[in-house]
C-alpha cells in the first residue's frame, strides 16, 4: 500500500477504521523540539467525530498514544510514532454488505488492487478515520513552523451552492486563523454559518449529502523555498491534497479563473514594500516557477458529498458480479467538509515542513 511519504520528513501510516487502531510513525523531526501537548489535543478535537448533530454518531475521542520519540517533553530526533485505539466499531453493520461495491467508495478498486484481502469494514484502509493519525503530525508540524513565523488557516469557501468570500490581506494573521479553528463552521461571512447548518441537516433529512470547498492560506513563507518541476511547491501540496479521502480538485490562487483574465490582469505587477518584494494580485498563489515569491501560498480544495448516504443505489455484487441494489446502514456524516478543515491544515503544514528540514 501507498501508506508512506517524504523526503527529509518521512511518514508512516497505519491501521484500518475498525481494527484495533490507527497511528503514524514521523521519522525526520529535529530532536529538542517542545510539543504542547494540549494544543495537539485541540486539534485533534476538530476532526473528532460525535461533536455536533452535523458528524457521525460514532464516538471516537481520537485520544493519542505517543509510543516513542518522545521525552521530558521534548522530541527525541528518533522516529516520533502514535496509536490511536479504536473504540466504537460496529463492525456488522459491514458483513451484511462485504461484497457490495458502494458507490463512490474504494470497495470496488480495493478489491482487485488486493485480490479481496483488504479489510472491508468501514472502508479499512482507505477511510477517513486514517486522518486523525495525520491531523497529529500536522499539529506537530505547525508548532514546528510556528517557530519560524509561519501560520496556515482554512475557511469553508462553500457548502454546496452557499459560497464565501475569498481570503482577503486583512483576513491573514494567526489571531485571524485561530479564531477561524474555533468555529464548527468557520465562514468569513458569519451569516452563512446558520444557513449551512440547516442546509446540511436538510440533506440528512433527506438521507443524502453535501459536499464543498476549502480555502487554505500559508503566511509567513520566505521566498526562494521549492523546486521547479517535479519537486515544485505546488506539486508537493497537491500530491498531499490528494491523499486525503474525498479530495477530488485542487487549485492554486486564481485557478481555473486565471483562464478569464488577461496576461496583464493575471500578471499583477511587482513592487517593493518596505524591504519586502511583493505583487499587486496574488494570482499565482505565492508560487512562481515551482518556488515561493513570498507572497501568502494560497489554494482550494474540493471536497466530495459523503459517499455513504441511505438511499437506495444500484451497484453489483463483486463476488457474483451481478448488478443489485442496497441502502447503507450505518453512521455518517451528511457532510464531511467542517472536518476536514484541520486535515487540510495538518497536510499543508507536513508539505511545506518536508521543504524547510
Given amino acids: 500500500m501507498g ?3 517524504g523526503k527529509n ?41 460525535g461533536r455536533n448533530e452535523l458528524t457521525t454518531a460514532r464516538k471516537e475521542a481520537d485520544t493519542f498514544e505517543i509510543l516513542s520519540g518522545y521525552f521530558n517533553g521534548y522530541t527525541t530526533g528518533a522516529p516520533l510514532s502514535i496509536l490511536i485505539r479504536n473504540k466504537d466499531q460496529k463492525s456488522k453493520d459491514y458483513s451484511k454488505i462485504k461484497d457490495i461495491a458502494r458507490p463512490a467508495h474504494a470497495d470496488y478498486t480495493g478489491y ?7 479489510d472491508y469494514r468501514g472502508g479499512g484502509h482507505f477511510s477517513g478515520r486514517l486522518t486523525a493519525p495525520i491531523v497529529f503530525a500536522g499539529a506537530v508540524a505547525k508548532q514546528i513552523l510556528k517557530l519560524k513565523g509561519i501560520h496556515i488557516g482554512t475557511h469553508i469557501k462553500s457548502i454546496k ?3 464565501d468570500r475569498d481570503f482577503c490581506e486583512s483576513d491573514l494573521s494567526a489571531d485571524i486563523f485561530k479564531k477561524l479553528s474555533e468555529k464548527q463552521l468557520p465562514f468569513l ?15 440528512k433529512s433527506k438521507k443524502d449529502s453535501l459536499g464543498g470547498v ?5 503566511i509567513g513563507m520566505e521566498p526562494g523555498i521549492g523546486n521547479p518541476f517535479f519537486n515544485s511547491i505546488e506539486s508537493q501540496l497537491a500530491g498531499l491534497m490528494y491523499s486525503i479521502p474525498a479530495v477530488k480538485g485542487v487549485e492554486f490562487g486564481a485557478g481555473f479563473g486565471i483562464t478569464n483574465l488577461f496576461g496583464s490582469e493575471a500578471n499583477g505587477g511587482i513592487y517593493i514594500d518596505g524591504d519586502e518584494v511583493k505583487t499587486k494580485t496574488n494570482n499565482n498563489g505565492g508560487v512562481l516557477g515551482g518556488i515561493t515569491n513570498g507572497m501568502p501560498i494560497n489554494f482550494k480544495v474540493a471536497i466530495k458529498p459523503t459517499p455513504s448516504i441511505s438511499k437506495t443505489q444500484k451497484t453489483i455484487n463483486m463476488k457474483t458480479n451481478e448488478e443489485t441494489e442496497f441502502e447503507i446502514v ?4 451528511p457532510c464531511i467538509v467542517p472536518r476536514v478543515l484541520v486535515v487540510v491544515e495538518a497536510m499543508a503544514a507536513i508539505g511545506i515542513l518536508d521543504f524547510l528540514v
Fill in 3 to 5: 501508506s508512506t511519504w
Fill in 9 to 49: 520528513i518521512k511518514l508512516s501510516l497505519f491501521g484500518e477504521s475498525h481494527g484495533v487502531g490507527i497511528g503514524i510513525t514521523i521519522d525526520g523531526l529535529p530532536a529538542g523540539v517542545e510539543l504542547d501537548i494540549d494544543a495537539i489535543k485541540l486539534e485533534m478535537q476538530r476532526r473528532a467525530t
Fill in 112 to 118: 482487485k488492487r488486493y485480490n479481496g484481502y483488504n
Fill in 161 to 163: 451552492d452557499l459560497e
Fill in 189 to 203: 461571512n458569519e451569516e452563512l454559518e446558520n444557513l449551512s447548518w440547516e442546509k446540511i441537516l436538510e440533506a
Fill in 214 to 218: 476549502i480555502e487554505c492560506s500559508i
Fill in 330 to 333: 450505518g453512521r455518517h456524516d
